[in-house]
């Protein structure tokens, strides 16, 4: 069975930093490509960041390019974002997401940027 | 980016009703369209995948068809269960889109 289980979330403060993990487990991890897919409170899912499985090339949202820094371990089947300059704005439950032959989804971890 | 516009935003409807929910994509996408049924304070639950593929374990009268720009979720036989937000997304190229979502409401 497809596990992905994300923990790092919290509070931080506006321009403070937090580094959110993916755990995963049931499946060939260094094939999939990842994702990471965040939800601010009462809105809708809003795509962050992309990884590849093997070459790990990555893909960014204008909103958090140059802020965020996705990444992967295959050694530890774990998906990292190290989210950087950290705003209001960025509050939201943190997904993370598999694709193979179907899409696989964690079930989220809380981010608030609060002072 | 591709935009996915998705119809209605929100639906009344009765237990037993027959249930369309239209998603647009902004330009060809293939068949790479998911629907997710979302509950308040959980994570998306994927439906469809490949714009028509039964997710393991999701009851039958869900179903999703279309390819390109088109693309409709039918819930044959709403059941009181089926009550939650629904959204589309494109997973062709990033950045990934989604819908906006459609409340399906008790009438």
């Known amino acids: 069975e497809v596990q992905l289980l994300e923990s790092g979330g919290g509070l931080a403060q506006p321009g403070g930093s937090l580094r959110l993990s993916c755990a995963a487990s049931g499946f060939t991890f260094s094939s999939y490509a990842m994702s990471w897919v965040r939800q601010a409170p009462g809105k809708g899912l809003e795509w962050v960041s992309g990884?590849?499985?093997?070459?790990?090339?990555?893909y960014y949202a204008d909103s958090g390019k140059g802020r965020f820094t996705i990444s992967r371990d295959n050694s530890k089947n774990t998906l990292y974002l190290q989210m950087n300059s950290l705003r209001a704005e960025d509050t939201a439950v943190y997904y993370c997401?598999?694709?193979?032959?179907?899409?696989?989804w964690g079930q989220g971890t809380l981010v608030t940027v609060s002072s | 980016d591709i935009q996915m516009t998705q119809s209605p935003s929100t639906l009344s409807a009765s237990v037993g009703d027959r249930v369309t929910i239209t998603c647009r994509a902004s330009q060809s996408i293939s068949s790479w369209l998911a629907w997710y049924q979302q509950k308040p304070g959980k994570a998306p639950k994927l439906l469809i995948y490949k714009a028509s593929s039964l997710e393991s374990g999701v009851p039958s009268r869900f179903s999703g068809s279309g390819s390109g720009t088109e693309f409709t979720l039918t819930i044959s036989s709403l059941q009181p269960d089926d009550f939650a937000t629904y959204y589309c997304q494109q997973y062709s190229s990033y950045p990934w889109t989604f819908g906006q979502g459609t409340k399906v409401e008790i009438k």
């Open positions: 990884i590849s499985g093997s070459r790990g090339s990555t």
């Open positions: 997401v598999g694709t193979g032959m179907t899409l696989a």
